[in-house]
């Protein structure tokens, strides 16, 4: 398990189901301070499910969004990959990494008709109904107002290396100590007595405090989007 699911009820729980509840609506915005957001920016959020990580690039009238969905017990890890030209969405693209795993693409024209479709699950091609598609477009509409949400609420992610003095080399090259409670330091903790390795932590940052989310030997800093790249 790869996950820390005790305990993210608070802080950082409590603005999510805040943002659900009302739909997408920026509840946080009044945390914004008005300030100007980075175009490049990492956050994410907890719930009964699992840890969901988001990347987002705002550049020239286009948004690009990746987001990482970790279940906390059962199930597999999805990233979902999405672009739009203004206001209007252009692509989708799905990776699961079930078993079998299953990859599906969808591409939208410049009046949001659908262009292409497709879904392959262990190698074999199929085709998307428009049911499927439908949902998917909900689906990336969600975690676009989630994203807007968690933004203006300045909710943000960080990963890196954990030391075994507390310390974190972010992915970023940056060693710091996150203000992590006694509970989800003993989680660290443990992870770490039964790997070979510097675990690799991710955690969530914001005004009512420091949470963390995720726990893994897996080096995240292999993988974590770059502002240039992506």
């Known amino acids: 398990m790869n996950s820390f699911s005790e305990g993210v009820v608070s802080p950082l729980l409590s603005i999510w189901r805040s943002v659900a509840a009302l739909a997408g609506v920026l509840l946080l915005s009044a945390c914004s301070h008005n300030s100007a957001l980075p175009p490049f920016t990492a956050s994410g ?18 948004t690009h969004l990746l987001a990482v969905s970790s279940p ?16 209007q969405l252009s692509l989708i693209e799905l990776n ?19 262009s292409f479709m497709q879904r392959e699950v262990d190698g074999q091609k199929q085709q998307l109904s428009s049911d499927q598609v439908a949902l998917y ?16 609420g300045r909710v943000v992610l960080r990963q890196g290396r954990w030391h075994a003095d507390h310390s ?9 100590k996150p203000d992590l409670d006694s509970r989800a330091l003993a989680h660290v903790e443990n992870r770490q007595r039964r790997s070979s390795v510097e675990v690799s932590i991710a955690w969530l940052e914001s005004s009512e ?9 897996q080096d995240y800093c292999t993988w974590q989007p770059v502002e240039k790249s992506f």
């Open 45 to 62: 959020y907890a719930d009964d499910q699992g840890a969901v990580r988001i990347w987002r690039k705002d550049s020239g009238g286009e």
């Open 72 to 87: 906390w017990h059962n199930g597999a890890t999805t990233t979902s990959e999405y672009r739009w030209q203004g206001d």
């Open 209 to 217: 405090g420091t949470q963390l989310l995720l726990v893994a030997n």
């Open 137 to 152: 477009r909900y689906r990336a509409e969600q975690i676009h107002q989630t994203s807007d949400a968690l933004r203006q």
């Open 96 to 114: 699961i990494y079930s078993k079998p795993s299953e990859h599906i693409r969808a591409r939208f024209d410049s009046r949001g008709e659908l």
């Open 168 to 176: 974190v080399t972010t992915c970023e090259g940056e060693v710091v």
